[in-house]
């Protein structure tokens, strides 16, 4: 009797649970930075300082570093539908919890409060859906489509950002904006439904093992991993995990800090918040144009180059972050417009490809994907408190302006430039899963009848 041959398979449903996954991460994005464009009107409605408005954002953040971590023990223990169902309920909860904080007969205080509350409970549900898009592309994708897969989840969130960028001012008043998020949230609750957990026959080797608990990962971020398993890691991959780490953090954070903040960093120099939201809007746009172009080529051609990409990319974004201490001045639009597109077109592809990297390094897509949102969320919180204190007086010129926050922007991002070039990013998944493969169609050629 032959031997069994392990097989290996793909599902059309598997697009159908990209596509709800993709909508719920999209809408988990959209809290984070709402009230960044609509700072000053709502400032001026529910009777807020700036700092508290900038709070807002803050506590989106802090709320999902204790849940990025979660993250990947709730999957292991209830499984990616049941995740992402939970998700969206704190999704629809945040909703109409912040639209109560705009009731008129509320005190300032007890309006912030509800608000923040709605803040906390959107920031605990994001990570819920980021974390969970690795393991979702590994469990049901094949070499030719995992690393696209990951890309659409990773762009998911910056284009929520895109749209809250772009929405967020067109309503009446911060109250209607307020409104139109919580309906978003309603209408996009459902989508949880079609994610599914995993396919009856995997499509790789690596979809095929049973999915490594964060404290393994833990453990071999340590050193203490035992050396035969398949979650062990190597001084060197260690290492490269720690550039990820910070390079991956950083520039996520200096992002989304500068879509919070887009409003009062432009604002001292004339431009208006529908400016500052299209100027968001554009950072992101470019960077999801540019990284759907670029999916493809990493899963079929520029296969074993992550790790390049990324000694291309962060050079440039150094030099143009730092370029924009002299660019944010009045009457400079299109300079502006230029830049924030060509910031997005190198940071947002860089999103999915140091996921993708860290699923290669780690063996462990769901805790090392943790670990990343834990960091960018993490330096968000940094950067909009530093930038906040470094924000000028009202007697400066112009009063209330943010270039010594720009230029911090700008220093923090170019000092990464010479770390990148540490990375070696060696594919250790993408090269077992290649070999299983071979093993696998060399045994179907063994046992098929001879003509």
């Not at 290996?8 to 960044?36: C, D, E, K, N, S």
């Not at 860290?358 to 670990?371: D, L, Q, Y």
Request: charge should be positive; proline fraction near 7%.
């Amino acid at each position: 009797m032959a031997p069994h041959v392990e097989s290996y398979r793909m599902y059309p449903q598997r697009f159908v649970g990209m596509f709800g996954l993709a909508i719920l991460t999209a809408v988990g994005g959209l809290a984070h930075p709402w009230f960044g464009p609509i700072a000053d009107v709502a400032s001026t409605e529910f009777r807020f300082s700036l700092n508290a408005i900038n709070w807002l954002g803050i506590a989106v953040s802090i709320a999902f570093l204790p849940s990025a971590i979660l993250v990947p023990h709730v999957c292991k223990r209830f499984g990616i539908r049941i995740t992402c169902c939970a998700g969206s309920c704190l999704l629809v909860l945040s909703g109409w919890i912040r639209y109560s904080g705009t009731i008129k007969s509320l005190s300032p205080a007890a309006a912030y409060a509800l608000i923040v509350i709605g803040q906390i409970l959107a920031g605990a549900a994001a990570p819920l859906f980021q974390v969970l898009g690795p393991r979702y592309s590994e469990n049901w994708f094949d070499l030719k489509g995992r690393t696209t897969a990951t890309m659409i989840f990773s762009i998911a969130s910056p284009v929520g950002g895109a749209i809250a960028g772009l929405v967020s001012p067109r309503g009446s008043s911060a109250t209607a904006s307020i409104l139109i998020l919580a309906i978003i949230y309603t209408v996009a609750a459902p989508f949880a439904l079609l994610v599914g957990d995993a396919p009856p026959t995997p499509p790789t080797y690596a979809a095929s093992r049973e999915n490594p608990t964060f404290s393994s990962f833990v453990r071999a971020l340590r050193g203490r991993e035992p050396k035969g398993r398949p979650t062990y890691m190597s001084i060197r991959e260690r290492f490269d995990f720690a550039i990820l780490t910070l390079n991956y953090g950083v520039i996520s954070g200096v992002v989304t800090a500068f879509t919070i903040l887009s409003s009062q960093n432009l604002k001292p120099y004339g431009y208006s918040g529908s400016t500052a939201g299209l100027l968001s809007a554009t950072l992101l746009i470019s960077g999801l144009v540019c990284a759907l172009g670029v999916a493809p080529l990493f899963d079929r051609v520029l296969t074993r180059h992550l790790a390049l990409t990324t000694k291309i990319f962060i050079p440039i974004l150094g030099a143009i972050w730092l370029g924009l201490i002299w660019a944010v001045k009045p009457g400079d639009t299109g300079a502006l417009f230029a830049m924030v597109a060509i910031i997005g077109a190198c940071s947002i592809p860089l999103v999915p490809v140091a996921i993708e990297l860290t699923a290669e390094i780690t063996r462990n897509a769901s805790g090392g994907t943790a670990v990343l949102v834990f960091a960018a969320n993490a330096m968000t919180v940094v950067c909009v408190l530093v930038e906040g204190a470094l924000r000028a007086g009202p007697n400066a010129n112009p009063p209330n302006n943010t270039h010594r926050a720009i230029i911090f922007q700008g220093v923090l991002v170019m000092s990464l430039v010479p770390t990148i070039f540490g990375l070696k990013g060696k594919q250790a998944r993408r090269e077992m899963d290649e070999r299983k493969n071979a093993e696998v169609e060399q045994a179907i050629a063994l046992q098929s009848p001879t003509p």
